[in-house]
């Protein structure tokens, strides 16, 4: 029991949101949608890399959302995904895909993605469950290797709830930036958060004060 113990107070599970895209720099929701990366997006990735590398993780289980935004984030981050997980996918945002939250407080008023009908879409109960599900997969490899789940940004707040065992209108308190990482891990036997969006370094853009 002891070694057990031992071994997950070194498991981590660690959380990597997809660099910027066209879509996120104008904060829109983006579920279904297959952007790219833009070019600071790639940087953010790249940086993120760095990020792990600190880490030092152990032979690491790599998983990807299907989408190419977060494909591509793993591979410029140096990883190598073992499996693309449909379940990674970020939430269905229906029929408020491609809009922002001021435009869709204009018909619904105080309106959030974690308190809020999402017509056409995923419902909370149903993200719920692929966080789950997620989850649920990880939990046996920790003992031996970390695992590294590369995603979105409210999918991966909803992991990070389910984690802590919140409900996931929770996931509103763990804002992501784009190419941020966060650590979720163990203290004793007690889920818990250990790092949260860290980012790495991007270079200076063209044109800024020295």
């Given amino acids: 029991m002891m070694g057990a113990m031992s071994a997950l ?16 720099t104008l904060h829109k929701h983006t579920g279904r949608t297959d952007l790219p990366l833009t070019p600071l997006g790639e940087h953010q990735a790249a940086a993120a890399g ?3 590398g600190g880490l030092a993780l152990r032979t690491p289980l790599v998983l990807t959302s299907p989408r190419r935004r ?15 997980d449909d379940d990674l996918a970020e939430w269905d945002y229906g029929d408020y895909e491609g809009r922002t939250t001021e435009e869709i407080r204009q018909t619904v008023p105080d309106w959030t993605i974690w308190t809020g009908a999402v017509p ?14 997620v989850l649920a997969r990880a939990l046996p490899v920790l003992p031996e290797r970390d695992v590294v789940l590369v995603g979105h940004g409210h999918f991966s707040r909803a992991l990070i709830a389910r984690w802590n065992e919140f409900p996931i209108v929770e996931g509103r308190r ?28 991007t270079p200076e853009p063209e044109g800024a004060p020295a």
Avoid: C, Q, Y
């Fill in 9 to 24: 107070d070194e498991a981590r599970l660690v959380l990597l949101r997809h660099g910027e895209t066209p879509w996120s």
């Fill in 50 to 52: 760095r990020v792990l």
């Fill in 70 to 84: 977060a494909i591509h984030t793993a591979e410029l981050a140096g990883l190598t995904p073992d499996d693309v």
């Fill in 120 to 133: 056409g879409g995923e419902s909370a109960a149903r993200v719920t469950a692929r966080a789950d599900a």
């Fill in 174 to 201: 763990f804002a992501m930036a784009t190419g941020g990482v966060s650590v979720l891990g163990f203290d004793r036997d007690v889920r818990t958060l250990l790092a949260h969006n860290l980012v790495g370094s």
